[in-house]
T-cell receptor, first 112, second 110 residues
């Protein structure tokens, strides 16, 4: 039982490039989330999903897109990367909405 | 006012000490409260939920004060392994989201 896995662990992007951050969970939770964490700051919600085919914006969705075709997978797409997107990205899941969440190990992204 | 506010610390305490963290929240409609811990360069992990009547888990005690809109975390008999950042987490009332505080950094010294 791996819980929540994220790939890649680290990535350096050039300005204007695109990439997809992968997130997979084997906990059979309906609810999944993407957060970013900047140094010394709290986690900010980017997007979340309440089930396959259903996604919604969080607090800071600009510059990102998501899809949810299965219960297990919730990829985050960055289009036209900008230096402001340099951050640590965490994926999480939960059995109940807005209740305790379980996080993946994170992806450290640098955009230069 | 921030939705969730925590004293960033750092708190440096000797092993065996008792330490307490407070967290205030602004949304009086919030219903769910949690403490998470985050080790350096790692993901947040759930430490404990906070219930209205207060609750204890070993050396950790969490309290909720709805009237004053704050929650607290008490750690007794601190261990070196308690060194981490502690995140206060509150749900946004009826919204489908959790708000994370910026965290309080704790270092337990030998």
């Amino acid at each position: 039982n791996a819980g929540v896995t994220q790939t890649p662990k680290f990535r350096i992007l050039k300005i204007g490039q695109s990439m997809t951050l992968q997130c997979t969970q084997d906990m059979n939770h309906n609810y999944m989330y993407w957060y970013r964490q900047d140094p010394g700051m709290g986690l900010k919600l980017i997007y979340y999903s309440v089930g396959a085919g259903i996604t919604d914006k969080g607090e800071v969705p600009n510059g990102y897109n998501v899809s949810r075709s299965t219960t297990e997978d919730f990829p985050l797409r960055l289009e036209l990367a900008a230096p402001s997107q340099t951050s640590v990205y965490f994926c999480a899941c939960s059995p109940i909405l807005a209740r305790e969440q379980y996080f993946g190990p994170g992806t450290r992204l640098t955009v230069t | 006012r921030k939705e969730v506010e925590q004293d960033p610390g750092p708190f440096n305490v000797p092993e065996g000490a008792t330490v307490a963290f407070n967290c205030t929240y602004s949304n009086s409609a919030s219903q769910s409260f949690f403490w998470y811990r985050q080790d350096c360069r790692k993901e947040p992990k759930l430490l404990m939920s906070v219930y209205s009547s207060g609750n204890e888990d070993g050396r950790f005690t969490a309290q909720l004060n709805r009237a004053s809109q704050y929650i607290s975390l008490l750690i007794r008999d601190s261990k070196l392994s308690d060194s981490a950042t502690y995140l206060c987490v509150v749900n946004k009332g009826s919204a489908r989201q959790l708000t994370f505080g910026s965290g309080t950094q704790l270092t337990v010294l030998p």
